[in-house]
């Protein structure tokens, strides 16, 4: 069995266990002397998501001094590390022994770290498949508001002792508290992968992805924009031909591939850039089967996750999407380019924004974190 620890920021792991013992003696300086003063704090690694959700205001806490990995098991499929660590250095490590985060995470920036991964709780084209990034959460450390560190979970599946704590930090957007390391379950890469393309109208491809999804067919992204349909396939090479053989369609030709699936997680396909001044990239999670003229500009959306997923540009301020979102079984977020003030994510009910604002006491008494990044209540 092999355990590797590694520092992928700096020049030893002895080195980096030494600086991230610094680096956790200076949060906690930080966070007491902002918690008697009552000043806020903004949790911020690489800042490649640093416009996802409310504007926050106050000092920047920097995690980039926190780096490397604590430990890592391939053969037991599971990795640790510092919040500080490079989203992109740790895929690296994972793709050297074959393996990948399942969830396909969005950088939205070469500088982006796993805590902000896990704070954003995004996932990419394969969440379809394999699950969203909290599902892969197997434990975590937290800073809280009053300088203390907390463990939550293992790093086995079976470990659940406060599992589901654990997985509160993702999605989080460091509402709770400063993540410090992060468990995470790690699956190998597949063996095999092919693209189809198939011309389908909106209703069809819905209809279409749908119906393929009720199939034991290794499908694990697809996205329809422009009247394009295409599916991702992964997995052993005889299922992967298989499937192609049953479903038909253009292979898309690689490194086409590639490009084309990176282009839709990182949000700078063609469909992203069509932004106007006054237009607001509105994400809307809906189930799979909602048709989609449920929802305004039906034919001007980008599709993906087999229909749960869908994105548009609108006006910030047009609360028919919302209102159409909620009426579909579904929820809205102003994900991109909207006016300051507005309510970036669907408002809660009283009783699940009163349990939000207990957990916030809980964590940060004097609510020092990231204050409005979520919600202006917490």
């Not at 499929?77 to 660590?85: F, Y």
């Not at 895929?91 to 500088?111: I, K, R, T, V, W």
């Not at 796993?114 to 937290?142: K, N, Q």
């Not at 034919?299 to 749960?308: F, K, T, V, Y």
Request: charged share 20%; aromatic share 8%; net charge neutral.
């Amino acid at each position: 069995m092999q355990q590797i620890t590694e520092d992928l920021n700096t020049t030893g792991a002895g080195n980096a266990h030494s600086l991230a013992q610094q680096a956790s003696k200076q949060f906690q300086q930080l966070i007491s002397e902002a918690a008697a003063s009552r000043t806020p704090l903004r949790i911020q690694g690489g800042g490649s998501k640093v416009w996802y959700g409310g504007s926050s205001e106050g000092l920047i806490l920097d995690t980039r001094t926190y780096t490397g990995v604590v430990a890592y098991d391939p053969a037991e499929l599971v990795i640790t590390a510092r919040s500080g660590t490079s989203l992109a250095a740790l895929e690296n490590l994972l793709a050297s022994h074959d393996q990948m985060l399942p969830f396909e995470p969005p950088h939205f920036g070469a500088d982006a770290t796993l805590g902000g991964c896990i704070a954003a709780g995004l996932s990419g084209p394969r969440r379809m498949s394999a699950g969203a990034a909290r599902d892969f959460v197997l434990g975590t450390s937290v800073m809280t508001g009053q300088g203390e560190i907390l463990q939550f979970g293992g790093q086995v599946m079976k470990n659940v002792a406060g599992y589901d704590v654990a997985r509160l930090m993702a999605g989080s957007l460091g509402c709770l508290g400063l993540l410090m390391d992060v468990s995470l379950k790690v699956l190998p890469r597949p063996v095999s992968s092919a693209t189809l393309r198939f011309e389908f109208p909106v209703d069809d491809s819905i209809r279409k992805m749908n119906e393929w999804g009720g199939k034991a067919l290794p499908i694990t992204a697809s996205a329809w924009n422009s009247g394009v349909l295409s599916v991702r396939l992964e997995g052993a090479v005889a299922g992967v031909r298989g499937a192609m053989a049953q479903l038909g369609g253009e292979p898309l030709e690689r490194p086409g591939v590639d490009a084309f699936w990176q282009s839709v997680r990182e949000q700078n396909a063609s469909f992203f850039r069509q932004t106007t001044f006054e237009s607001t990239l509105w994400r809307i999670c809906v189930p799979p089967i909602t048709d989609a003229a449920q929802l305004p500009n039906a034919n001007s959306q980008l599709i993906e996750w087999g229909g749960g997923q869908r994105w548009l540009f609108a006006d910030s301020t047009d609360g028919s999407i919302r209102q159409a979102a909620v009426e579909a079984g579904g929820h809205a977020t102003r994900f991109r380019h909207g006016k300051p003030g507005s309510a970036v994510f669907t408002p809660l009910p009283s009783p699940l924004m009163d349990i939000h604002r207990r957990l916030k006491a809980a964590f940060d008494p004097k609510g020092i974190f990231n204050r409005g990044r979520m919600f202006p209540e917490i």
